[in-house]
């Protein structure tokens, strides 16, 4: 079956080291790959998009990859700070679609002081 | 700018009982989604207007479930009558060009709903 697979299991990073989230997908030739941030009680926020025929993309301390053969994105946060502490989404928007996005659980990202 | 709302944030009703949520997209925003995530699932899509037109309703559970945007602004989300499964974060979204150069989604905060 389609689905999206991230980390179940929370991260745990010491602050100002490199955070780096993964997301898997299978049976999807998706459009474009999404990442949003999700805190408690909170809706998710988009963070970053990714096209199918873009490698990489950088906004601040933030970096994804997208990597069509592997199937796989990698989130990066780079510096990272306790604030960059929430549970992180990604989401794909398979090319066949009238944009149902399609999403992964999300990994719990915790930053330590 | 404001942002996507939603209201109520919470409701808590019986099986049985019939509960609407609003959404207020962002101002301009054509595309209005609705998404679902019960607890320890992903979070699911339900349905898509474009304008007041239904684009795609797929993700609707089933016919106890009406979603409506009449002219084309904020949209309503009815169960009738509600079922414990209905339980979960109910999320509304809005996006101003899905298939072209900003097809970012934005969030509101999410209804909690919970039947019991």
């Known amino acids: 079956s389609q689905k999206i697979e991230q980390n179940s299991e929370a991260l745990n990073i010491q602050e100002g080291k490199t955070a780096t989230l993964t997301c898997n997908y299978t049976?999807?030739?998706?459009?474009?790959l999404q990442w949003y941030r999700q805190d408690p009680g909170r809706g998710p926020v988009f963070l970053l998009l990714?096209?199918?025929n873009e490698k990489e993309k950088r906004k601040e301390r933030l970096k994804v990859t997208f990597d069509t053969t592997l199937k796989q994105s990698l989130f990066h946060i780079t510096a990272s700070q306790p604030a960059d502490s929430a549970t992180y989404l990604c989401?794909?928007?398979?090319?066949?679609?009238?944009?149902?996005?399609?999403w992964g659980a999300g990994t719990k990202l915790i930053i330590k002081p | 700018e404001a942002g996507v709302t939603q209201f109520p944030s919470h409701s808590v009703i019986e099986k049985g009982q019939t509960v609407t949520l609003r959404c207020d997209p962002i101002s301009g925003h054509d595309n209005l989604y609705w998404y679902r995530r019960v607890m320890g699932k992903e979070i699911k899509f339900l349905l898509h207007f474009v304008k007041e037109s239904k684009q795609d309703e797929s993700g609707m559970p089933n016919n106890r479930f009406l979603a409506e945007r009449t002219g084309g602004t904020y949209s309503t989300l009815k169960v009738q009558p509600a079922e414990l499964e209905d339980s979960g974060v109910y999320f509304c979204a809005s996006s101003q060009d899905p298939w072209g150069s900003a097809p970012e989604a934005f969030f509101g905060q999410g209804t909690r709903l919970t039947v019991v």
């Open positions: 049976n999807y030739s998706p459009a474009y």
């Open positions: 989401a794909l928007d398979p090319m066949d679609s009238n944009y149902q996005l399609i």
């Open positions: 990714i096209r199918e």
